[in-house]
Structures are given as C-alpha cells and as structure tokens.
T-cell receptor
C-alpha cells in the first residue's frame, strides 16, 4: 500500500544553518505531496504542496521538489531561525481514496 | 481563511465514560476527518466523512464512532473510554473540489482518560 517515510528526529541545528528533512514515498498513481508544520500546542498547518512531478512547492523560505524518479519530496531551507523549531510532517494524498498518508514527523530544534 | 474549531483543547475523563469530541468548520467543506496523534506513530486516521451522514472507517476505528448530521460539524464519540485512548485528537476538513486539496486542521484536543 501507499506509505511515507521521513527521517528520524530530532534534528538540532544552529540558527542560520541549512536544513534538509528527507521524505520518500511509495504510491500507486499520481499522489499530491504536502509538508505540514506543527508548532507546540497547535494543530498542523499546511507549509507547502506539489501536485505533479517536478513541481516545486515553496513558502516562508522552505522548498520541496516532487521527484518522481526518486519518489522523494525533501524539505529544505537555506537559513533556519529559532522560530522554525517545530515538528514537520510529510504527507501524500492517496489518489484512489479520500485518505491522506502521513509520515511519523521530524522534530526540528534550532538553537540561537 | 479556513477555520476548523475543536470544542476543547484539554479534556480529562474517567474510564468507562462516554466522551464526545466536537469539531466545526466554517468553509462548507464536504470532507472531514478525525485522527489521533501519538509519539512515534504520527497521525492515524480514525474515521472520515465524505459528506453529511456519510462516514467511513479509517485505520483504527475500534472503540470509536462518529456522527455527521450537519455539513459543518463532525463529532467523534468514545463509546466507553479506556486509558489506551489517552491521546491528542485532531480534526481536519477538506473541500472535495479536486483531490489535490490540502486538509485544514484544528488545534487539537488533548484527551486524558484516568
């Protein structure tokens, strides 16, 4: 079945460091891919999305490119801030159903 | 902006109680979802509803039921609460216009069963 695998956390970085959080997926058909962010004590917020191969989603300095050949959707940011500390979830929409499949989340800690 | 509102941020109940978690969305979305979130397990789908009075089991429906009598409201019911249902519960909604639409989440209800 469809699945999403993302890197284990926590990831700890210094402010202004480069961030990569890996996400790979398995899916039949052509899913849409999403990154969500969850700040402490809150629900998930959509960070960015991509709906087809080679699409690049971007928001707030974060980027991810839908790579069908490597079945990946890695999240990147050139210079992280303390305020980026949160849990990041990779997800795909199952094209055959109403369901979404979420990864287990990666906690990011950014130190001043 | 889409607003998904969950009725309680924190809730403490006792084993064996019947528990109701309420969720309301204000964007006329057809699809609504209930998840639970546990450390190391990510989000797991309990139930979803693709329209009023329509529902379908997710991956972990045991011990739960749902109600969707109006389009904007989706309720999760714990028939007889047990300690293993202590968790964070997240409600989400989505327009059915294109399956590529993102889900919009509420802030969650942290439920403790004693």
């Amino acid at each position: 079945g469809n699945s999403v695998t993302q890197m284990e956390g926590p990831v700890t970085l210094s402010e202004e460091a480069f961030l990569t959080i890996n996400c790979t997926y398995t899916a039949t058909g052509y899913p849409s891919l999403f990154w969500y962010v969850q700040y402490p004590g809150e629900g998930l917020q959509l960070l960015l999305k991509a709906t087809k191969a080679d699409d690049k989603g971007s928001n707030k300095g974060f980027e991810a490119t839908y790579r069908k050949e490597t079945t990946s959707f890695h999240l990147e940011k050139g210079s992280v801030q303390v305020s980026d500390s949160a849990v990041y979830f990779c997800a795909l929409s199952d094209p055959g159903t109403y369901k979404y499949i979420f990864g287990t989340g990666t906690r990011l800690k950014v130190l001043a | 902006d889409v607003k998904v509102t969950q009725s309680s941020r924190y809730l403490v109940k006792r084993t064996g109680e019947k528990v109701f978690l309420e969720c309301v969305q204000d964007m006329d979305h057809e699809n609504m979802f209930w998840y639970r979130q546990d450390p190391g397990l990510g989000l797991r789908l309990i139930y979803f509803s693709y329209d009023v009075k329509m529902k379908e089991k997710g991956d972990i429906p045991e011990g739960y039921s749902v109600s969707r009598e109006k389009k904007e409201r989706f309720s999760l019911i714990l028939e007889s609460a047990s300690t293993n249902q202590t968790s964070m519960y997240l409600c989400a909604s989505r327009s059915k216009t294109g399956l590529n639409q993102p889900q919009h989440f509420g802030d969650g209800t942290r439920l403790s069963i004693l």
